[in-house]
């Protein structure tokens, strides 16, 4: 299985700061990842597939780049409504994994 | 705009089988693959496994020999079965259509299932 590493597993920031998730592969693969955003209770919601296309209807102050082994998801000026936990996916081989996550709290 | 909704029973007895199904409204279940992923309470998210509208089927191997995946598109409905269950299969089932790039683009409001002893 391809084992992914999310980092860091917390961080807190204020609004309006520039924040970046980092997520690992254990191995290649290629564009196909995804990042995911969950609030308390609630389902995932996609953010980014691709490695860096943005799902319609997210705001564009949401951004993914990488390939290969080292991904990174940044948000570029931080909104209330952004305090969540963050998630990646690897999609290039089964078993689909995820990441263990990233919880953003406000500082 | 898809729309997933799961349903089936919130407890089930250690070592009988878990039954859920996940109804998808606001377009057909034909053409797409589809997924149940499950989060135990407070930890992350793990693939259980997707079926293709025509059946076809992929499974987690962690889970492979007890978990079985069934459509129905008369009913737009996707199935998941779980045998055997232990308190470990205690989470939150979420059901989800997969993208193009084996994303998962739309989420099922998610069930919360207990294992009890």
């Known amino acids: 299985d391809i084992q992914m590493t999310q980092s860091p597993s917390s961080v807190s920031a204020s609004l309006g700061d520039r924040v970046t998730f980092t997520c690992r592969a254990s191995?290649?693969?290629?564009?196909?990842l995804a990042w995911y955003q969950q609030k308390p209770g609630k389902a995932p919601k996609l953010l980014i597939y691709?490695?860096?296309s943005l799902q319609s209807g997210v705001p564009s102050r949401f951004s993914g780049s990488g390939s290969g082994t080292e991904f990174t998801l940044t948000i570029s000026s931080l909104q209330p409504e952004d305090f969540a936990t963050y998630y990646c996916?690897?999609?290039?081989?089964?078993?689909?994994?995820f990441g263990q996550g990233t919880r953003l709290e406000i500082k | 705009q898809v729309h997933l909704q799961e349903s089936g029973p919130g407890l089930v007895k250690s070592s009988e089988t878990l039954s859920l199904s996940c109804t998808v409204s606001g377009g057909s279940i034909s053409s797409h693959y589809w997924s149940w992923i499950r989060q135990p309470p407070g930890k992350g998210l793990e693939w259980i496994g997707y079926i293709y509208y025509s059946g076809s089927t992929n499974y987690n191997p962690s889970l492979k020999s007890r978990v079985t995946i069934s459509v129905d598109t008369s009913k737009n409905q996707f199935s998941l079965k779980l045998s055997s269950v232990t308190a470990a299969d205690t989470a939150v089932y979420y059901c989800?259509?997969?993208?193009?790039?084996?994303?998962?683009?739309?989420w099922g409001q998610g069930t919360l299932v207990t294992v009890s002893s």
């Open positions: 996916q690897q999609a290039n081989s089964f078993p689909l994994t």
């Open positions: 989800a259509k997969v993208g193009a790039i084996r994303e998962f683009d739309y």
């Open positions: 691709g490695a860096s």
């Open positions: 191995q290649g693969i290629g564009s196909w």
